[in-house]
């Protein structure tokens, strides 16, 4: 009988995507037990504005040139189709159903744990889902539950991934600010976005 493909699930605006994404990406599938991860290009968090935020098909584009046809990488806007706003475990639902022989395991960063008791069924995702949760820098332990406690839950599962200090903010304000970043995201999608002038 073959091996269940275990697929981690890595959702985001990604907004742009960059290359600390990629790298935790990377970690991933090189450090556990994951066979590939899915880029899950979210249309809207419910807990974001949408400021600033490009078209799904710009940010989907965006990943899939990142990725650039690199077998452990796959970008799905499976979220796009779902009604929004988009809610985790509506998604897990729909791409467990669509995917029966792959086991689904979910990427999150240390930083979302104290906000996962407001998840929409946050507990029914600890029930049928492992959680792989990699360092954030500035995470904090604050909440009804606290992050440690959450660390704890035997459905999660903390790695030693190196921590990324750069995010997606962080490039949309220096583009603005008149700021060459092409070093900390893929040539690609540096040149994708400044052809397309993005976050200018």
Not at 28 to 56: C, G, H, I
Not at 108 to 121: A, T, V, Y
């Given at each position: 009988?073959a091996?269940?493909?275990?697929?981690?699930l890595?959702?985001?605006?990604?907004?742009?995507?960059?290359?600390?994404?990629?790298?935790i990406?990377?970690?991933?599938v090189?450090y556990?037990?994951?066979?590939?991860?899915?880029f899950?290009?979210?249309?809207?968090?419910?807990?974001?504005?949408?400021?600033?935020?490009?078209?799904?098909?710009?940010r989907?584009?965006?990943v899939?040139?990142?990725?650039?046809?690199?077998?452990?990488?796959?970008?799905?806007?499976?979220?796009?189709?779902?009604?929004?706003?988009?809610?985790?475990?509506d998604?897990?639902?729909?791409?467990?159903?669509?995917?029966?022989?792959?086991h689904?395991?979910?990427?999150m960063?240390?930083?979302?744990?104290?906000?996962?008791?407001?998840?929409?069924?946050?507990?029914?995702?600890?029930?049928?889902?492992?959680?792989?949760?990699?360092?954030?820098?500035g995470d904090?332990?604050?909440g009804?539950?606290?992050?440690?406690?959450?660390?704890?839950?035997?459905?999660?599962?903390p790695?030693?991934?190196?921590?990324?200090?750069?995010?997606?903010?962080?490039?949309r304000n220096?583009?603005?600010?008149?700021?060459?970043?092409?070093?900390?995201?893929?040539t690609?999608?540096?040149e994708?976005?400044v052809?397309m002038?993005?976050?200018?």
């Amino acid at each position: 009988m073959a091996k269940e493909k275990q697929i981690g699930l890595f959702f985001g605006s990604f907004n742009p995507i960059h290359n600390g994404h990629l790298m935790i990406a990377n970690w991933m599938v090189e450090y556990t037990f994951l066979d590939q991860v899915w880029f899950v290009v979210s249309p809207l968090n419910p807990f974001k504005k949408r400021q600033n935020l490009l078209a799904d098909y710009h940010r989907i584009e965006l990943v899939n040139i990142a990725i650039n046809d690199y077998p452990k990488f796959k970008a799905s806007n499976i979220e796009t189709k779902l009604p929004q706003p988009s809610y985790t475990i509506d998604s897990l639902a729909y791409i467990t159903e669509q995917y029966p022989d792959y086991h689904f395991t979910l990427i999150m960063g240390s930083d979302q744990l104290p906000e996962f008791h407001r998840w929409k069924n946050a507990d029914q995702i600890l029930a049928n889902y492992r959680i792989l949760v990699y360092p954030r820098m500035g995470d904090r332990d604050s909440g009804p539950v606290t992050r440690d406690e959450l660390l704890n839950h035997p459905s999660i599962e903390p790695v030693n991934a190196p921590i990324m200090e750069i995010s997606s903010s962080f490039i949309r304000n220096s583009i603005k600010e008149g700021k060459d970043v092409r070093f900390y995201v893929p040539t690609g999608v540096w040149e994708y976005m400044v052809n397309m002038h993005f976050y200018e």
